[in-house]
């Protein structure tokens, strides 16, 4: 008998110390993976930098001076002789400039032919939605002109900056325009546009001759850029003089 109650002392004492020890809390596999996506995805959002959707970054982007992924979505008039593609606040930016051919008159009194040709420019917006905007569309004209007439697009002229960082693109090209039968200089034009604002500069090419001066060289800045900040001006002021001089085949 106290055999017996000597091993069910000793059984008890070995139950309750057994039941003393701490036990860790059981987890839930699927608690400790929502808890880390939880963790990763708050670092992301305090700590990556990255734009939300719909902020829109005070910068220009993806400029290109090659429109041909584009063209079937614009409507202008004649033929596309430059161009130039970018993202800004905007949206999605696109300006063309146009040629059309030389139109020929010949007048009933039996006079020498004439000759007519438009000049376009234009600013498209594409949207999202497929709907394109038109932000400004400009034309210039020689008409009538019994010599040989002069309505040229300047080759490599267009140019995309941002040169107040504002975050909306400014483009910036320009032509030549005469009507003529020596080798006066030509009229030459700048256009520069921010949106919809636009600035202008006029003046001539210069004409170098053997064993004669330079002709021409004028340069009259609209009185649009005085409200534009500074490095518009001087911008457009550098390019009007890298593209003056006339060169004739």
């Not at 430059?82 to 010949?106: F, L, R, Y």
């Not at 709907?131 to 300047?154: A, G």
């Amino acid at each position: 008998m106290k055999n017996y109650f000597y091993f069910l002392i000793i059984a008890l004492i070995f139950l309750f110390s057994g039941c003393s020890k701490d036990e860790p809390p059981k987890t839930d596999k699927k608690d400790v993976k929502d808890t880390a996506t939880k963790v990763a995805e708050n670092k992301t959002k305090e700590g990556s930098g990255a734009e939300t959707k719909g902020d829109k970054p005070n910068t220009i982007s993806e400029i290109s001076y090659n429109i041909k992924d584009v063209e079937s979505q614009l409507q202008y008039e004649g033929k596309i002789v430059g161009g130039a593609q970018w993202k800004d606040k905007n949206g999605h930016n696109v300006v063309i400039v146009t040629e059309t051919n030389e139109k020929e008159t010949k007048p009933k009194n039996g006079s020498d032919r004439m000759l007519s040709k438009y000049l376009y420019g234009y600013q498209f917006i594409l949207k999202d939605n497929g709907e394109t905007e038109e932000l400004w569309k400009i034309n210039d004209l020689i008409d009538k002109c019994q010599f040989d007439l002069t309505l040229n697009y300047i080759a490599k002229s267009i140019t995309v900056t941002d040169l107040n960082n504002d975050g909306i693109g400014e483009s910036t090209f320009l032509y030549r325009m005469s009507c003529r039968s020596d080798v006066s200089p030509s009229d030459l034009k700048l256009m520069m546009h921010e949106g919809k604002e636009k600035y202008a500069i006029r003046g001539t090419m210069i004409v170098k001759l053997p064993n004669e001066g330079p002709y021409g060289g004028d340069m009259k800045v609209d009185k649009s850029f005085d409200k534009a900040p500074k490095e518009f001006t001087d911008y457009a002021k550098g390019q009007f003089k890298k593209f003056q001089e006339e060169k004739f085949n």
